[in-house]
């Protein structure tokens, strides 16, 4: 069964289709949420929560990229878990990511004020085209699927040091540009 | 907004990026260390002395990782019903050699079997012999060559089949025989292997000037080819040559030639010539990532 195959049955109200979400992509979404949570009672929790939200959510919605859209999905979730933890002083995992996004956040206090969610998306998204492409992935792959540096030097074959580096030009970078741009406006 | 609520938006930010971005983030392919590359090599050269399997000079070299080339990228965003070798080997090789993702398709290794053991072998003159490949058994591609060539129209061989024109060339190392697909939007041509040999250069033959080469040699033969599910060797048959020099340092195809060697029925007037075929530059990619898979598994991730 292929992705619109997938989107139909689920449009269709086909529970059996959920098995074949996780079936592709549990291995991807599990990653993120474990990546951000750092615990495994809370990934496997949120996992499930990722799965019914597809459930809940496939109608209306009819994803033209079901991998993109589960795993925003569940990066939302575990998002949401992590600051639910925090408050509670429950786990860490998203908390040295954050601390390295401060780098790429602009100076002005007002700068996301009034920005809605997808419009920044989209101010980053033109950013990232503009890029090149060893970057924007290990950009993409950092902060969007949350993988750590050492998977990263690992899986492109660089020194840890190397992907740092690159992710710290990206953000100063992104910084600029978000002080050019100003997605508010 | 104080910093951490900042933060907080452009990480929101961050998830609302484009689909198209994430796809290629998530589809991008992992580099191995080269030392695995020295292992599969040292493995590969062992098993070479020892006589066990009949090809694998492309193994022994090493190759440098390479993007993705955007045509490859074009084709595995194609959806299309596999329904033929040709495709089979085109798409099953193209996904594995880029792929590393949790969609992957990979299943255990099966074992590497020969097409020699099942045609005969040998170039006499005169024989046919088809073969039919049983599309639900386990494929697997253990090592990838993709470029693209620009094929003067006219009588050539490849021009006749497929027409003139920017032709995407997928070759494999797989569990049937080392096989080469040619294809031209909808229209494919696949034949097998003659031979690989080293090529370090050396004073040409034809000027005497000398040419510096540091290469694998692989040459193809229309002797065998692709038909449908079938591998058919007719030696009835025109016989057109392929050599294809894949360079060792920049992992890059960088001449492509067309031959007619000579067998088969005398040359008729009408009959298609070799091809003048120019390799365009910068556009191969070079991969030892392994899958296997069935044209089922193809079927579900390239299906329409």
């Known amino acids: 069964m292929n992705d619109k195959e997938i989107v139909d049955a689920l449009y269709r109200g086909e529970k059996a289709a959920l098995n074949h979400v996780a079936e592709r992509y549990r291995r991807l979404y599990t990653s993120i949420l474990r990546q951000v949570l750092n615990n495994e009672s809370d990934v496997e929790e949120c996992a499930n929560d990722c799965l019914l939200a597809v459930w809940d959510s496939i109608p209306p919605n009819r994803p033209d990229n079901l991998g993109a859209y589960v795993c925003k999905i569940a990066r939302r979730i575990g998002i949401n878990r992590y600051h639910h933890n925090t408050r509670e002083k429950r786990?860490?995992?998203?908390?040295?990511?954050?601390?390295?996004?401060?780098?790429?956040?602009?100076?002005?206090?007002?700068?996301?004020?009034?920005?809605?969610?997808?419009?920044?998306?989209?101010?980053?998204?033109?950013?990232?085209?503009?890029?090149d492409r060893t970057s924007r992935i290990l950009f993409v792959r950092r902060y969007f699927y949350m993988e750590s540096v050492k998977s990263l030097a690992e899986r492109f074959s660089l020194r840890e040091n190397a992907v740092s580096a690159r992710l710290h030009r990206t953000r100063r970078r992104l910084k600029a540009y978000l002080e050019k741009e100003r997605p508010n406006e | 907004?104080?910093?951490?609520?900042?933060?907080?938006?452009?990480?929101?930010?961050?998830?609302?990026?484009?689909?198209?971005?994430?796809?290629?983030?998530?589809?991008?392919?992992?580099?191995?260390?080269?030392?695995?590359?020295?292992?599969?090599?040292?493995?590969?050269?062992?098993?070479?002395?020892?006589?066990?399997?009949?090809?694998?000079?492309?193994?022994?070299?090493?190759?440098p990782d390479v993007d993705v080339p955007d045509w490859v990228l074009a084709s595995l965003g194609e959806q299309t019903d596999i329904d033929d070798l040709h495709k089979l080997h085109y798409y099953g090789a193209l996904f594995a050699a880029t792929s590393d993702t949790p969609t992957s398709l990979r299943l255990p290794a099966v074992p590497r079997r020969l097409l020699a053991s099942t045609l005969p072998v040998g170039r006499t003159a005169g024989t046919t012999d088809r073969y039919a490949v049983d599309?639900?058994?386990?494929?697997?591609?253990?090592?990838?060559?993709?470029?693209?060539?620009?094929?003067?129209?006219?009588?050539?061989?490849?021009?006749?089949?497929?027409?003139?024109?920017?032709?995407?060339?997928?070759?494999?190392?797989?569990?049937?025989?080392?096989?080469?697909?040619?294809?031209?939007?909808?229209?494919?041509?696949?034949?097998?292997?003659?031979?690989?040999?080293?090529?370090?250069?050396?004073?040409?033959?034809?000027?005497?000037?000398?040419?510096?080469?540091?290469?694998?040699?692989?040459?193809?033969?229309?002797?065998k080819y692709i038909d449908g599910f079938d591998i058919v060797k007719n030696t009835n048959q025109l016989n057109f040559s392929f050599y294809f020099w894949l360079d060792r340092k920049s992992a890059q195809v960088v001449d492509f030639r067309c031959f007619h060697s000579g067998d088969g029925d005398a040359w008729d007037i009408g009959a298609p010539t070799p091809d003048t075929v120019t390799v365009i530059p910068n556009t191969s990619m070079v991969s030892g990532l392994q899958a296997s898979f069935t044209l089922r598994d193809l079927q579900t991730r390239f299906g329409s």
């Open chain 1, 91 to 131: 786990g860490q995992g998203y908390t040295v990511l954050l601390s390295e996004l401060e780098e790429a956040i602009p100076d002005e206090e007002d700068c996301f004020a009034s920005v809605e969610c997808p419009s920044l998306g989209e101010t980053i998204s033109r950013f990232l085209t503009g890029i």
């Open chain 2, 1 to 63: 907004m104080n910093k951490e609520l900042r933060v907080r938006a452009l990480s929101e930010g961050i998830g609302a990026i484009n689909d198209c971005i994430l796809r290629e983030a998530a589809e991008a392919r992992a580099v191995r260390p080269k030392w695995r590359w020295a292992l599969v090599a040292a493995s590969l050269a062992v098993i070479l002395c020892l006589g066990m399997i009949p090809l694998g000079l492309g193994g022994l070299h090493t190759v």
């Open chain 2, 135 to 223: 599309p639900n058994e386990i494929f697997q591609i253990t090592r990838t060559i993709a470029f693209q060539i620009e094929v003067e129209d006219g009588s050539g061989f490849l021009a006749s089949q497929l027409g003139g024109g920017v032709i995407n060339v997928v070759v494999s190392e797989n569990s049937l025989e080392t096989m080469i697909t040619f294809r031209h939007g909808d229209r494919y041509y696949s034949c097998l292997l003659n031979g690989i040999s080293e090529d370090e250069g050396g004073y040409s033959a034809v000027d005497g000037s000398y040419v510096e080469r540091d290469a694998v040699r692989y040459h193809f033969s229309t002797h």
